[in-house]
């Protein structure tokens, strides 16, 4: 599915810094709640003050399992530490506490739906670890003149960076990668996903090649803190290496930064490999052990996964896989889905509803499905109206629209009987009455009765059409098309 830019193959792999849900930081009992007062969360662990030792959040280990059984990937029983040098002012230890060799969470994969022109397919990205680190404190400089203040309320936090493979290859695939990736994370738990607080961060990294030439050399877009940015910082990126190339100069390894407000990438240093930082392994902390039985009982006590309820929603509902995955987008959704597929007993028409007429007005109004002005037993009760042919289609948009904007009476599935009745739009069921419209109609439209006998097929919408009109709409589409043809022949 690779798509050629200029005749230029891209290739990009992404590291996500996922913050964990714990309360605490990764080494220490600090607290790690967003917005406090800066240096008002930092222990003295946090600042390598002589003396401390770190002590490990045994709750960010349980998170990272999580996160390994969701993407089915390796749990290692032993896994190590390491210490990774590098001077920063907001680094106050000198170094970060990492994994390098051997990581906690190793392979597994995430598999996503893409539209690609008129087909949607479907994606998986592999990924090539998840392991435990702390987050380093924070730089200020838009408060101070010619100078720069250092937080350490973050210095500490508990992350998970996920590393993939460079497996995709458009700045879409990449986006809707990323987007998965956050509804995997949020969905069990191990992250709130905030991407404006720097819960959820994504660097790309980004090359370019020739098709079937040798991996191009990469720059990482660092940060990205939105979907809509990182798609625009990827496309300039690409475009940006493919025109040094052809002015005849080489990429230069480096990490670079976004400016949304430019729409361009800007050199912010060049970029270091794994023998710049001298990693070892961390004195202080010994190997981290994961016994099965401890994976065991982390399994057990997690919800069901949005691949394992997807897989579930295809054997028990008959729904197609696209539709499935895109109904466990999130718990909220994939809850509504089945309250009112139970509910109605028509799971697809359920599902076109959701994925339609509900996720389309959710959307345009900014509005989380659980917002909703129309529940799940409203919209079954509708749909059972729309399967038992007291409306039509037509007429149950008309009805949906009074549900969205409060016209029912009192909230209940009963709203949808009293806006038919009220709005009138119950289907013309009675066959004498319809058989009339239909001869009057016949009657009236003797050349296209004509046409229509000759051969030519299209001649019956215009029967169609006057006989719609003159039941006022209500007369089931159905029924008249079965009684048109039957008149007809």
Request: net charge negative; with cysteine; glycine share 8%.
């Amino acid at each position: 599915m690779s798509k050629l830019v200029q005749g230029y193959e891209v290739v990009i792999g992404f590291e996500t810094h996922a913050q964990l849900s714990t309360k605490s930081k990764i080494f220490s009992r600090a607290s790690v709640a967003f917005g406090a007062e800066p240096n008002t969360q930092a222990c003295a662990v946090d600042m390598a003050l002589p003396g401390t030792l770190p002590v490990m959040n045994i709750g960010a280990v349980e998170r990272a399992i999580e996160f390994g059984l969701a993407i089915n990937a390796h749990i290692a029983e032993r896994s190590i530490f390491a210490r990774k040098n590098y001077f920063y002012p907001d680094l106050p230890k000198g170094y970060q506490i990492s994994q390098f060799e051997i990581p906690v969470v190793q392979g597994g994969e995430v598999s996503f739906f893409l539209e690609v022109g008129k087909e949607t397919v479907r994606k998986t990205v592999r990924l090539e670890r998840a392991h435990l680190e702390e987050d380093a404190g924070k730089s200020l400089h838009e408060d101070f003149i010619g100078q720069s203040g250092i937080d350490l309320n973050r210095a500490g936090t508990p992350l998970l960076e996920i590393v993939t493979q460079p497996d995709m290859r458009s700045s879409e695939e990449a986006v809707a990668y990323a987007k998965e990736l956050h509804k995997i994370v949020t969905w069990i738990g191990i992250c709130d996903g905030n991407m404006q607080e720097g819960s959820f961060r994504c660097d790309a990294n980004v090359s370019v090649r020739k098709p079937g030439g040798e991996l191009g050399t990469r720059r990482e877009i660092k940060n990205l803190n939105s979907f809509k940015f990182m798609q625009q910082a990827i496309d300039y990126e690409v475009r940006w290496q493919i025109d040094q190339i052809e002015d005849g100069h080489a990429i230069q390894q480096a990490t670079v930064l976004f400016d949304p407000d430019t729409g361009e990438t800007r050199a912010m240093r060049t970029k270091e490999d794994a023998a710049d930082y001298r990693y070892f392994p961390d004195p202080d902390l010994p190997p981290l052990v994961i016994g099965r039985d401890w994976v065991e009982r982390v399994k057990g006590e997690m919800a069901e996964l949005p691949r394992v309820m997807a897989e579930r929603f295809v054997k028990d509902y008959a729904l197609p896989e696209y539709d499935a995955t895109q109904l466990t987008q999130s718990k909220a959704v994939a809850a509504y889905f089945e309250a009112t597929a139970k509910a109605c007993g028509q799971p697809k028409l359920a599902s076109n509803w959701i994925m339609g007429e509900v996720s389309r007005r959710l959307n345009a109004s900014e509005m989380a499905i659980e917002q909703a002005p129309v529940s799940a037993a409203q919209l079954a009760a509708l749909i059972g109206r729309i399967s038992d042919n007291t409306i039509s289609n037509n007429a149950a948009r008309q009805v949906f629209e009074g549900l969205w904007n409060g016209e029912g009476p009192s909230g209940s599935e009963g709203d949808v009987d009293a806006l038919i009745e009220a709005k009138g739009l119950k289907q013309m069921n009675d066959t004498g009455e319809l058989e009339k419209i239909i001869d009057d109609v016949l009657a009236a439209n003797p050349k296209n009765v004509e046409e229509f006998k000759a051969g030519n097929a299209k001649a019956l919408n215009g029967l169609v059409g006057p006989i719609m009109k003159a039941s006022k709409g209500k007369a089931n589409p159905g029924q008249v098309n079965a009684l048109l043809m039957k008149k007809l022949r």
